[in-house]
């Protein structure tokens, strides 16, 4: 089993940059892929990007394409989402989430969340 802590939400303004880390404890870190979800209020939780256990791969959806980037240091046990160009439609509560099977990029593929956090972008 693992446990998952995300930080580094916040508010930012339109055209502004955060990056988001999830620390990992338990098992070990390496042998999960990670994933970055995000929930807006009254909407379903959307994909936002994943990597592979060793880092070598990664898979943003196409609205964040370009602007935000997934990367991971197996030697801390984390896994960050640098989120660059916010726009209002970024605001969500963000989940990260770790996966015993190869690079999911969907919900149903992951084992384990954290607990979200807060990122909202004002215009």
């Known amino acids: 089993q693992v446990q998952l802590v995300e930080s580094g939400g916040g508010l930012v303004q339109a055209g502004g940059s955060l990056r988001l880390s999830c620390a990992a404890s338990g098992r070990t870190f390496s042998a999960y892929a990670m994933g970055w979800f995000r929930q807006a209020p009254g909407k379903e939780r959307e994909f936002v990007a994943a990597i592979s256990r060793s880092g070598n791969f990664t898979y943003p959806a196409d609205s964040v394409k370009g602007r935000f980037t997934i990367s991971r240091d197996n030697a801390k046990n984390t896994v960050y989402l640098q989120m660059n160009s916010l726009k209002p439609e970024d605001t969500a509560v963000y989940y990260c989430?770790?996966?015993?099977?190869?690079?999911?990029?969907?919900?149903?593929?992951?084992?384990?969340w954290g607990q979200g956090t807060q990122v909202t972008v004002s215009s």
């Open positions: 989430a770790a996966a015993t099977r190869k690079i999911p990029t969907t919900s149903e593929g992951y084992d384990y």
